[in-house]
């Protein structure tokens, strides 16, 4: 079946970078894109971009253009989400999702940032 | 960039019908903005109910449905049961670039 496991919880300073990844599994990886989402406490969903696994295209949203990038990993079937420059505001779970018709969510990774 | 909007919260009785709405502040939402339905519990990642504004997965319980309804996507649960209370998010798609309500809260009591 299809399967995402994303990496663990992560404690970061403002200022400094974060990188998640997120396992595939179940499936051919190349055949579907990847969307990441986050969640800060409390609130809604998130969508910051989706990348394409099968050329590496990208489309991220508005907000964090500059911020962030999306890669991948085709020999392990692996994908990355890489944000700069945290803030305060962007402690928050992020997912990643297979996209295609159906989404498939990874577990989610608590990314905190704190002084 | 566009936004989108859901009730915050609604209620239902069990057994009950109930209509979830998505507007999209552009216009009219289409099948072009391929409508996604999500259900999001406590502490758990959210998954999939409804994908281009109608489908269904094959265990996604048939009591749930999408549709297009006076220029809004719209969810409808038609005999509730106690396990749906929930958050639902839509989302839709604007040229590749995907956009989430808010989220409406259901309770079902």
């Known amino acids: 079946q299809v399967q995402l496991v994303q990496s663990g919880a992560e404690v970061k300073k403002p200022g400094a970078s974060v990188k998640v990844s997120c396992k595939a599994s179940?499936?051919?990886?190349?055949?579907?894109?990847i969307n990441w989402v986050r969640q800060a406490p409390g609130q809604g969903l998130e969508w910051m971009g989706w990348?394409?696994?099968?050329?590496?295209?990208?489309n991220y949203a508005q907000k964090l253009q500059g911020r962030v990038t999306m890669t991948t990993d085709t020999s392990t079937s692996t994908a990355y989400m890489e944000l700069l420059s945290l803030r305060f505001d962007d402690t928050a779970v992020y997912f990643c999702?297979?996209?295609?018709?159906?989404?498939?969510w990874g577990q989610g990774t608590l990314v905190t940032v704190s002084s | 960039q566009a936004v989108v909007t859901q009730e915050p919260s609604l209620t239902v009785s069990p057994g009950g019908t109930v209509t979830l709405t998505c507007v999209s502040s552009?216009?009219?939402?289409?099948?072009?903005?391929?409508p996604y339905w999500f259900q999001q519990k406590p502490g758990q990642a959210p998954t999939t109910l409804i994908y281009d504004t109608s489908y269904q997965h094959s265990w996604t319980p048939a009591r749930f449905s999408g549709s297009l309804w006076g220029g809004k996507a719209a969810l409808t649960l038609s005999g509730a049961q106690p396990e749906d209370e929930a958050e639902y998010y839509c989302?839709?798609?604007?040229?590749?670039?995907?956009?989430f309500g808010g989220g409406t809260k259901l309770t079902v009591l």
């Open positions: 552009s216009g009219a939402v289409t099948s072009g903005h391929s």
């Open positions: 990348i394409s696994t099968y050329n590496d295209d990208t």
């Open positions: 179940g499936y051919i990886f190349t055949s579907y894109g």
């Open positions: 989302c839709l798609s604007y040229s590749g670039a995907r956009v």
């Open positions: 999702a297979r996209d295609g018709s159906y989404w498939d």
